[in-house]
């Protein structure tokens, strides 16, 4: 198993289920950008599923060495890389936090995703289950260029699933609303609408397992975002979204 972000508390909820659902994997690589705090998940999953973990330093704000990767296979990828980044209105034209937005979450993980994707392809077999966001479905002022670089992402997923179809990879774009993590800490999120770690993971195994094509952590988000992307453009730049 491949894990991309694996710091994020989706991922280690995520890993953790499967292996308590009694799935097995030869290893599980992963990636990281802090490797300290990494070491502490794999010594736990060492010691409470005796899984044998393997540590891959990958940092998407500096030039990645794909070569290290070569011999890095699996027929399962998850991917929780994001960045949020900062909120503030200083913050929205702020290019060191618009560039740290789109790479982490669009233009430098693109390319991590498609040398994994390759691999699969030429296996013909896999699934890449990736975290897109609610927030690419329709641009809105409170984050419009994180929103944005979620779009790409969910337009490449769109693309790719359709791509690897024929190939026998599936490819699971899942759709977080409100998730309590270390990124929204806070934050003022309305707990009705807000999903934690464990009940991502759930929803996200179930909907892997079903080889759905998209799932949202919470289904009221789907009722949520068809009313938004509904609403007519000049009532919609009024609102405060």
Known sequence: ?????????????????????????AKIFL?????????????HLEVKYVQQSEIIELDLLRPVDY???????????????????????????????TEKIIDINYAKLIPVLNFFANKME????????????VAGE??????????????????????????LFSKKVHVLTVKPGFMATKMTEGLPLNPKLTASPKQAAEEIYSAYKNKKNEVYVLPVWSIIMVIIKNIPEFIFKKLKL
């Open 1 to 25: 198993m491949i894990v991309l972000g694996s710091n994020s508390e989706v991922a280690q909820a995520f890993v953790e289920k499967t292996l308590s659902a009694g799935e097995k994997f």
């Open 31 to 43: 990636f990281t950008s802090d490797k300290e705090t990494t070491e502490k998940f794999a010594k």
């Open 122 to 133: 030429r296996q013909r077999s896999g699934t890449m289950i990736v975290l897109s966001s």
């Open 67 to 97: 070569t290290t990767f070569d011999e890095i296979t699996s027929d399962l990828l998850f991917c929780a890389t994001g960045y949020l980044g900062e909120g503030t209105q200083e913050g929205l034209y702020d290019n060191r936090n």
């Open 138 to 163: 329709r641009g809105r002022q409170s984050n419009f260029i994180y929103g944005s670089a979620k779009a790409g992402l969910t337009a490449y997923l769109s693309g790719l699933r359709n791509y």
